[in-house]
Nanobody, 126 residues
């Protein structure tokens, strides 16, 4: 079991940057493939990025080249660096731990991520 806590959200002007963090209050993140998801008001939840515990990466097309997912095993932390943010990036961001092997986690389907944090809000002003 792992308990996830996100932080780092906030308000930023379009073109700005934010770095989100996800820590485990219980459990070890290195035991899991991890993902970031987001949901804007009135929209469906969207996968953003995923990372295996071995370092393999997956990004949704809309964030490639702007977002970087990383993890620090020593600090038991997952991060999401976000650059050149636009209004379309606004929403609640969630980190999640995948309960399957990477070949399933890489699909970034929420159903294979049983452990979720409470979310951190990102607001982007144009």
């Amino acid at each position: 079991q792992v308990q996830l806590v996100e932080s780092g959200g906030g308000s930023v002007a379009a073109g700005g940057s934010l770095t989100l963090s996800c820590t485990a209050s219980e459990g070890t993140l290195s035991d899991y493939a991890m993902g970031w998801f987001r949901q804007a008001p009135g929209k469906k939840q969207e996968a953003v990025a995923a990372m295996s515990n071995g370092g393999s990466l997956k990004y949704v097309e809309s964030v490639k080249g702007r977002f970087t997912i990383s993890r620090d095993h020593a600090k038991n932390t997952l991060s999401l660096q976000m650059r050149n943010l636009g209004p379309e990036d606004a929403g609640m961001y969630y980190c999640a731990a995948c309960g399957e092997l990477w070949y399933k986690c890489v699909l970034m389907l929420p159903s294979v991520f049983p452990h979720w944090g409470q979310g951190t809000q990102v607001t982007v002003s144009s």
